[in-house]
């Protein structure tokens, strides 16, 4: 038997409330699910969890960034403090706890707010204005900014810029402060949402929303530098130009499938529809299946810590779908589950 749990959060403009928790448990007898509400909150778009603190966004008060402690096993959330009147809400977030420093990364305003975590909460410490735009209106009429992570060295943070068709390297000082090391354009165009590592960080993996690509990018850790390697549709070949197709979530597994490769995957809002890759010895990408997602605009997804499964939700749609991996890291549909969410932007498994 085996037990998983996830946080979901989304929109609340229909039927969602805030945040849930979603417990799956799968054994021989078939799949049993059960959710419930966590956090009554407007529009919780995106979420961020290390050991016992909860961040999240919401758009109330013009914006804001709010911290919580949480009570994995009790399942309660207390605030500790929350940042407000941002001017527009973020809509993502990456904590690095080593400098006890949360990314909230701003679309709208195309910034990355920065804060400090300390026995008093959160506090905004610093603040990086993106510049650039691109060929497609409205989404690149200014800079976006969609995405901060750490670079697996540990010394970089990786910002997408999507309106300005870019990925910025910033080194990281000894105060946290943030400096501009290199800075990769993409094709024109392409509207880069997010970025994953390969688990051994030589390569770089880029999914552009605007035109439904991944771009494999190699990536010095000394420099930060990018590097094209080669770019791939995140659609099948039948569909690749699809109009009012966006690429969205992309992950990679972290254990090797069958043939000792690992895989990426990534999800289309428009075909809805996931895509799954092979990943060959020098980065490069095979296209390996492209399966329904089982609901509309499946804009994020989880794989479960052993990789044994994947889950998605739905932001247009109140279908939640469970996937098993199979040995070669393909999907195969287990069910829709009976918790009904609609609205799901963010999907976070935790123990």
Do not use: W
């Not at 809509?91 to 990364?105: E, K, N, P, V």
Request: proline share 3%; aromatic share 8%; glycine share 10%.
């Amino acid at each position: 038997m085996k037990n998983y749990r996830f946080l979901l959060s989304g929109y609340t403009r229909r039927t969602n409330k805030g945040i849930h928790v979603l417990d799956i448990r799968v054994d021989k007898s078939g799949v049993e699910d059960h959710s419930s509400l966590l956090l009554e909150l407007e529009d919780p778009s995106y979420l961020a969890i290390s050991g016992d603190k909860l961040f999240a966004l919401s758009s109330r008060d013009r914006g804001g960034v709010l911290a919580y402690d949480f009570d994995r096993d009790g399942l309660n959330a207390k605030l500790i403090n929350g940042v407000y009147q941002l001017g527009k809400a973020p809509c993502h977030l990456y904590f690095d706890q080593q400098r006890a420093r949360l990314y909230a990364s701003n679309y709208h305003l195309g910034r990355l707010d920065i804060f400090g975590l300390d026995k008093d909460g959160l506090s905004l410490v610093d603040s990086v204005e993106l510049e650039g735009s691109g060929p497609v209106s409205p989404n690149q009429d200014g800079p976006r900014c969609h995405m901060a992570l750490m670079a697996p060295n540990g010394q970089h943070i990786m910002v997408v810029n999507l309106g300005g068709d870019r990925v910025q390297t910033y080194a990281i000082d000894g105060e946290g402060g943030l400096r501009l090391l290199a800075s990769y354009h993409t094709k024109a165009g392409m509207g880069p949402r997010h970025l994953v590592f390969s688990p051994y960080s030589k390569y770089l993996y880029l999914v552009g929303e605007l035109d439904s690509t991944v771009e494999v990018l190699s990536y010095d850790e000394c420099s930060g530098r990018l590097v094209h390697i080669n770019i791939v549709s995140s659609l099948p070949e039948a569909y690749e130009g699809l109009v009012g197709n966006s690429g969205a979530a992309i992950k990679i597994s972290n254990m090797k499938n069958q043939k000792g490769k690992y895989n990426l995957y990534v999800s289309n809002r428009g075909h809805d529809s996931l895509s799954v890759y092979e990943i060959g010895d020098n980065g490069d990408l095979s296209l390996l299946q492209n399966i329904a997602s089982g609901g509309k605009n499946p804009r994020d997804f989880a794989l479960t810590p052993d990789e044994k499964y994947l889950l998605v939700g739905h932001q247009d749609s109140d279908d939640i779908v469970l996937f098993k991996r199979m040995d070669d890291g393909s999907l195969s549909l287990v069910k829709k589950l009976d918790s009904r969410l609609d609205e799901i932007v963010c999907i976070l498994p935790f123990d």
